[in-house]
């Protein structure tokens, strides 16, 4: 296997590392799509079938594809036919391809924050007003969304044409801590509203009953999507990692925080929905239903609304970052792209597909449903048995042989990701569309 560091960049430190990572976990799929999908699914069943996948599911595959990542020092096409599978090329080329049918819809929905960042920016200096309605009326105009989507999509270019360290780890170590400051002091802010308790008993009160194979499938798929699982960004991120760097401490912390932001998010957006009287279920415009309300209503709401759409843009733009450096990082390992050129074509090419997301809410479920809740679990899949089956125990073992003493649960890890969860997964992914 390649595991020299002198001709692929890595992360310069703990620090870098630790932000990259978070970066990838923490975005939209916390604050975009885990309301709209608790909401979906049954509040505090969904929030409880959630815990479980990360716990039992979600760390151990983290691991693996970190380690996969490592030890090939390729993106996932390169990592999948190195690792040996069978038709391994052309399952990583199938990643490839659900990570950009993700990325389409994705970009959309950043091009919405920022473009609710303009509009409280303008609300700010008294020449726009951010009200609920303020949603249908962006929507209602694809080529605004078309623009909006666009400067971000040549933000990402910028961000990723200059590497690993000046690009990724220089903008994560800024948005993260800035943003999780704001978005405490709104949660917090949120418990204070007539009528938010409700929502907050809507979290945590288990309604048995909504545990349907449906909902499994979808936590499943929420948990995959948001830890950044699915066989190519963290198999990317991996390959960035130093040989010395603690696999089983990264992966513990990006979990943690990922699962700190999603219930940090929904404690800000289900009181509000609450005590405002929307409906939890009202989809994908949940979040920007309900934001402009709460700060319509709060005292320095203009200030603080156009600060949190900023932060939030700035934090979600990490994770699109993440996905169009798997889809460079892919093509320059694949065939020697320069990264600048590379960044810049497939920004566009992503603008130009996301155009059925600008004009319709339900090709947006769907997508999500299918290149989010299902290839990414699928995606998971294949890495761990890339690791566990392709490149073998001994590999796996020793990509964990670098922190020192081996750890007491490494054989359950290697029976893990070889058996345990592939199965487990595909049989809450099978049993969620026949049912």
């Known amino acids: 296997m390649a595991d020299s560091e002198t001709t692929r960049e890595t992360f310069s430190g703990r620090w870098g590392m630790v932000f990259a990572l978070l970066g990838v976990s923490i975005g939209l799929g916390n604050f975009w799509r885990f309301p709209y999908m608790m909401g979906y699914f049954g509040g505090g069943a ?5 815990l479980g996948v990360v716990l039992a599911f979600g ?17 996932p096409v390169q990592a999948m036919a190195e690792a040996g599978l069978p038709a391994g090329k052309q399952i990583g080329a199938l990643l490839f391809f659900g990570v950009g049918m993700a990325m389409t819809y994705y970009l959309v929905v950043l091009g919405w924050l920022f473009a609710f960042f303009v509009v409280s920016l303008g609300e700010l200096v008294g020449v726009a007003d951010l009200t609920s309605e303020t949603f249908g009326e962006l929507h209602a105009r694809w080529p605004l969304q078309m623009v909006c989507s ?34 405490l002091f709104l949660a917090i802010w949120a418990l204070t509203l007539p009528g938010a308790i409700d929502g907050v008993r809507y979290l945590f009160a288990v309604d048995f009953a909504s545990m349907t194979p449906r909902a499994v499938m979808a936590a499943v798929g929420q948990a995959f999507f948001s830890l950044g699982l699915g066989g190519t960004f963290l198999v990317i991120y991996g390959s960035y990692l130093p040989a010395n760097a603690p696999l089983r401490r990264r992966a513990l912390t990006t979990a943690a925080g990922d699962v700190a932001a999603s219930l940090l998010a929904v404690m800000v957006v289900m009181p509000v929905a609450f005590a405002y009287g929307l409906s939890p279920a009202s989809g994908p415009p949940l979040l920007f239903e309900v934001l402009p309300l709460a700060f319509d209503q709060m005292p320095g709401g203009v200030y603080f609304g156009t600060l949190f759409f900023l932060g939030l843009t700035c934090i979600a733009f990490l994770s699109g970052v993440a996905a169009v450096e798997v889809l460079v990082g892919s093509l320059t390992d694949a065939y020697g792209w320069t990264r600048q050129r590379t960044a810049w074509c497939v920004s566009g090419v992503l603008v130009i597909v996301g155009f059925p997301a600008m004009r319709s809410l339900d090709y947006i479920v769907w997508s999500d449903l299918v290149w989010g809740s299902t290839m990414q679990p699928v995606g998971s899949v294949a ?26 649960w490494i054989d359950y890890w290697v029976f893990a990701i070889r ?12 049993s969620g569309w026949l049912g």
């Open 46 to 50: 969904f929030l409880l079938i959630y």
């Open 59 to 75: 760390i151990p595959a983290m691991l693996a594809e970190l380690a996969l990542g490592r030890a090939t020092r390729r993106g």
């Open 150 to 183: 666009a400067l971000i999509a040549g933000a990402a270019a910028a961000v990723v044409s200059r590497g690993v360290r000046e690009g990724i780890e220089r903008i994560s170590r800024l948005f993260l801590p800035i943003f999780s400051a704001l978005t």
């Open 383 to 408: 890495a761990m048995s890339a690791l566990a089956w392709g490149l073998g125990r001994r590999v796996a073992r020793a990509q964990l042989e670098h922190e020192g003493q081996l750890p007491v």
């Open 419 to 430: 058996y345990l969860v592939p199965g487990a997964v595909l049989v809450a992914l099978l």
